[in-house]
C-alpha cells in the first residue's frame, strides 16, 4: 500500500534504518570520524607533515609520533591527516561530476524514455567504451598533475554505469500505479520526478556513490604512487604506500598506517553500500532497522477462541511498528486470533485500522520499514515471526497463499495466462510440460473460467476483472495451499461478479477444506462467506466471534456502529448511520480505550487503562468493559 505519506517516510527512513543496523554505525561513524580528522588535520595534528628530522628517521610508534615516522623523519599521523585531506577532497569533486551528470540523466531517461533516452544511451555507451585510464593520464599531462581535474574525470566517465542503474528504478516506478494516478491527477513531469521518482531512486544512487567513492580512492592512491599526483614532499596516501614500499625492508612498518587506513577506508565505503542496499532493498523479512522486542504476554488477555495449540493459524500479541518521520509508530498492538482449517475469518474494521498489515505481517511480507515488534504468528506449530526469509518464500504460495485486490496487478501482460500458470503449477512440483497443462486446465476448471483451452491462450489484458480474480485464485490454489489470505478479492469487482467470486470462494473453501482469512470492509462478504469475524480498530482486535453470534447481537461498541454504517444496512434512501470521526492514526491513540471518543457509551473508567479483551463465552472475545450495557439496548 503506498500512502501519500511514504515519500517523506523513505526519505528519513534510509539513513535512520542504516543507523539502526551495527555494521551501518560502524562504517559511518568510522568515515566520520575519518573524515572529521582529515578535515581538522591543520588544528589536530601533532606535527608539520613537511617538517624533517634526520636525527629520527623510520621510528616505530611512540608517545611522540603515535604512529611512527618516514625516511626523513617527518610524523606518519601528519602525513596521513593532510594526506586525507586531498584525497576527501578529491573523492567529494569526483563524486560531485558523477551525481550532476548521472542522476539527472538517469532520472530522465528512465522517466521519459523516448528518443532522448535512446540517445543518451547511445552516448553512455561510447562513454563506457573509452579506455579511463588513458583518458586520466592525458588529463594530468594536461592540467599538470592536478588530482581534482583527473578526479572530476573519473566522476563524469563512471557517470553512464550510475546512470543506468538509475535509469532502471526509474523506469520500474514510472510504471507503478500511484505514478499513473500523479500524471492522471495532473501533476507536471517535474513534480512527479520529485515527489515519486527521485525519492524511490534514493537507496541505488547512495549504493552506487559509495561503492564509486572506494573506487576513486584506489585510483586516486593508485595515481599518487605512481607519482602522477602533486609532487613530494607534498602528503598523498598514494606517496606514503610509496615512500613505504621503498623501505619495506628496512622498515615493513611504514607500510601499516597508510595501506591499513586506505583498506579500512575502502572496506567502510562498501559496507556502508551494501548496507544501503540491504536496507533500502525490498527485503520484506527485515526488521527494518526496528528493534524487535520479545513477545509481550498478557495473562489478562483471552483471546483464543480456538483451545491453544489446535488451531491452524494462531496469532498472539502480535504488534507491529513502522519507522516514519515522527520515529517508530506501533501500527498494530497486541492483535491476536485463531483461525482453523475449514474456517472463514473476516478481518474487519474501518481504512486505517491495520487489518491488511496484520495480513502482510502473517505472511512476512511487511514494507522495508515495518517489522513484527513482539508476538507470535504460528502456523501449524511454527512461529512464522522467526522463520527465515528462505523458509517463509518455501510456505508461500504452497502453503500458504495469496490473493489480491488488484488480480492484474500479478499477471505479466506479455505472456499468456496459461503459459504463466502452467509456470506456477511447474514451481510446485515436477511436471512435463504436457502434466502441468493438463493441471492448468483443471484449476482453470476449478475456479470455473468458461472454454479453459481457449483461455489459456489469452493474454491477461483480454479479459475482465472478473476474470482475471478467477485466474488470480486458479494461481493460489496451484500448490493446494492450506491458508488462503484474500485482502479485499472482490472490492475492485462489478458487484455481480463480486457475488460470482465470493461463491466460487466459498465453494472451493468447502471443497479443499482449507482455512481462509478475508480481509474486507464489507459484512455483506461477511456475512456471505465468513464462519468467524475479527473487528479490528486503530491496530487492535475489538471483538471476535462466529459470524452468526455478532449479527445476532455485537458484543462491542464499535462493531455495532460499524454495522450500522454499512451501506447493505441502511434501508433504502436512508441516509448511512456513519460513526462520527475518524480511526486516529498511528501513534495517537487516546489512553484506554482507543474507541472511547467515538463512543456513545463511554465512561469515565474507559480512560483509566488499557482494556482487555474479555472473554464472553468459549468462541467470544470483546475488548469493552460495557458490554453489558450495549447487549442491553434494543
Ligand atoms: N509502510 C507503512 N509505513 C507507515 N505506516 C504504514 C505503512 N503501511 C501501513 N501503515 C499504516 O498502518 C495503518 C494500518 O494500515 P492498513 O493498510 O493495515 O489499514 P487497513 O485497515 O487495511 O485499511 P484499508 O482498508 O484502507 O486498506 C494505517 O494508519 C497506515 O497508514
Redesign the pocket.
Known sequence: ?T?A??VP?RRRGVLRAVLATARGRITAGFLLLLFACCLLAPVIAPADPLHQNLQEILRTPSGAHWLGTDSLGRDVLSRLLYGGRSSIVGILEGVAAQLVVAVPLGVATGYLGGRFDRFVMRLADIVMSVPVIVILLAILAIFDHSIAAAMITLGVLGASGMMRIIRGTAMTVRQELYVSAAELLGLSRTQIIFRHILPRCRGVIIVQTSLFAALAIGIQTGLTFLGLGPPPPAATWGGMVNEAATTLSTQPWLLAPSGGLIALTVLALGVLGDTVRDVTAQNHTSSGGLRVKPARRRPDVAQAPVPEGTALLSVRDLSVS?L?PRGE?E?LTGVGFDLDAGQTLGLV??????????ARAVLGLL?A??AVTGGSVIFDGRDLTRATRRQLAALRGTRIALISQEPMVALDPSFRIGSQLSEIVRSHARLSREAARRRVLELMEMVELPDPEEMAKRYPFQISGGMAQRVAIAAALAGSPDLLIAD?PTTALDVTVQADVLALLRRLQRETGMAVLL?T?DWGVVADICTHVAV?YA?QVVEQAPVEQVFGAPAHPYTAALMASSPEKAPRRTPIDAIAGAVP??GAHPDGCRFRDRCALSAAECADDDIPLVRLNEERVSRCIRTELLQAQP
Open positions: 500500500m500512502t505519506t511514504d517516510v513502522f516514519t509508530v501500527v474494521g474501518e481504512s486505517g485500522s491495520g487489518k491488511s498489515v496484520t514494507e520499514n515495518g479485499e480481509v470492509h479490528m491496530g492514526p498511528p
